[in-house]
């Protein structure tokens, strides 16, 4: 199972802790006593109980192309597609997170927006992961991905929109909390904040594209989820599922080190998330997920056997969630700020990239500097204009919840809220201020 991954380079891996090296996967003794009539395993007559699913009674290789410094590592192999030009649509797409984060990191701290989720410290394994997928295999994300549909061209406006809820939001007319994304056009399925859900969905739709004759063979299904997302049992069902149906499903898992404020040492006592993979009888690869090249190749190749084999696969990527949690949470608390400092130098993600792309003489300081600007110039445009655009009408509440005709409870909860507002809705302050920023101060509905 792991042949493919024994033979990737080795880093240590301080994220990864646990009891599962003592006992490695057993040899078994060359003349063995058969088998069982249901069963391949072979008959040994020593008592061995094992504990690790490398031979080498190591924990789990970790893949990597560049080290720290952005240098190719002997022996790694630069992705085939890397041409200057995809170079620098990687690296622009890694930097304009930072420039989204930091400007709607301070907008939700004035109130703007209810609430964020920023990328920092994980955007190689976002854009990596997402530049290996063809455009429209179907994405399943938890809330941490929006790299993925910058990288399809959902642009700064969409996010926007998104973010503040105004009408020209497309993934929820404004209903879904901030970065709960959706867009059927760019095969990205909408976020749902109850963790893990996304996950047997994923195989649901792997399963659905291995159906369709008109895509089988030709894409897969992604799903992407945290290590804490991976202690629900909705992880378990979704690999199950993907490894017997089969589906071809690709699981990626965002090992940052944190859920919330539970780091990834107390998620599980085995040797990460990778290590549950061959359990399942699913090809498994762990990945430097501080290495775009790194990743880029990793997710190509799952994808690529995905694809041959009709079978899921299983990424570990080992990265460090360099931001808070949300901007619900302090991680100061639980963390130190030292160790934050340290882990924002050690393996930048960004940093490394540029430093790989500055050695290939791809990039320079002037075009560094332009890049930045020009980025952050068109993020305070787009969010400058989201600002003054209105909500969608506030009778869209109620529309296209369920398919098909208008169920009882949403209408008489339409219904309900048309009373209220003929009753307070012009008189009392705050309805009719909040009324104001609807497109139509919600006069649609007084006139039910
Ligand atoms: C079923 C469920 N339980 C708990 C939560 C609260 N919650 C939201 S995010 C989160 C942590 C998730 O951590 P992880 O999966 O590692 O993703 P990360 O935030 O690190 O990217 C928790 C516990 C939730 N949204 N849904
Ligand atoms: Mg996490």
Redesign the pocket.
């Known amino acids: 199972m792991l042949r493919s991954v024994r033979s990737l380079h080795i880093r240590s891996q301080t994220l990864v802790k646990g009891r599962g090296l003592a006992n490695a996967a057993p040899k078994f003794p060359a003349q063995s006593q058969g088998h069982l009539p249901t069963s391949n395993s072979p008959l040994v007559s020593k008592l061995q109980f094992f504990n690790s699913v490398t031979s080498e009674s190591g924990q789990i290789p970790t893949y990597r192309v560049l080290d720290g410094m952005g240098k190719l590592i002997d022996g790694a192999e630069v992705p085939d597609a890397l041409s200057e030009d995809f170079a620098r649509r990687l690296y622009e797409n890694m930097q304009l997170l930072p420039t989204l984060d930091n400007l709607l990191y301070n907008v939700q701290r004035q109130g703007k927006i209810s609430f964020y989720v920023t990328s920092y410290g994980e955007e190689a394994t976002i854009i990596g992961s997402a530049a290996a997928l063809a455009p429209d295999d179907e994405v399943l994300g ?1 809330y ?1 991905e929006m790299g993925v549909l910058l990288w399809r061209g959902f642009g700064v406006n969409s996010v926007m929109a998104q973010c503040f809820g105004n009408q020209e939001d497309k993934s929820g007319k404004g209903r879904q909390m901030p970065m709960h994304f959706g867009s059927p056009e760019l095969h990205f399925h909408t976020i749902s ?4 859900t996304q996950i047997p969905h994923a195989a649901g739709v792997g399963y659905a594209l291995k159906r369709d004759p008109s895509r089988r063979g030709k894409n897969v299904a992604v799903v992407y ?6 202690s ?1 049992g909705d992880f378990h069902a979704g690999m199950l599922l993907a490894s017997t149906i089969p589906a071809p499903t690709v699981f990626i898992a ?1 090992n ?1 080190g ?3 404020s539970t780091p990834a040492s107390e998620q599980f006592y085995g040797d990460g998330i990778a290590a549950r993979g061959p359990g399942y009888g699913v090809d498994t690869v762990r990945v430097d997920g501080n290495d775009i090249l790194a990743v880029l190749n990793a997710v190509k190749e799952a994808r690529r056997r995905c694809l041959e084999s009709g079978r899921a696969v299983l990424i570990e990527a080992m990265t460090y ?1 360099v931001g808070h ?1 949300s901007t619900s949470d302090d991680s100061f608390a639980y963390r130190g700020r030292q160790e934050v400092e340290d882990r924002k130098k050690i393996d930048n993600p960004i940093t490394r990239f540029r430093l790989f792309m500055e050695s290939q003489g791809w990039w320079s300081s002037d075009e560094e500097e332009e890049l930045k600007r020009r980025l952050k110039k068109d993020v305070l445009e787009a969010f400058k204009r989201a600002e003054g655009v209105k909500r969608h009408q506030l009778k869209e509440l109620f529309s296209d919840v369920y398919g098909g005709q208008e169920p009882w409870n949403i209408k008489e909860q339409r219904e309900e809220l048309a009373s209220l507002l003929k009753k307070y809705g012009e008189v009392w302050e705050p309805w009719r201020n909040e009324l104001g920023n609807f497109q139509d101060k919600g006069q649609e509905l007084f006139k039910e």
């Not at 904040?193 to 893990?196: E, F, N, Q």
């Open positions: 938890q941490r904040s109850t963790l893990a989820f945290g290590e804490g997302a991976a629900e965002r940052n944190f859920a919330i969630r949690h």
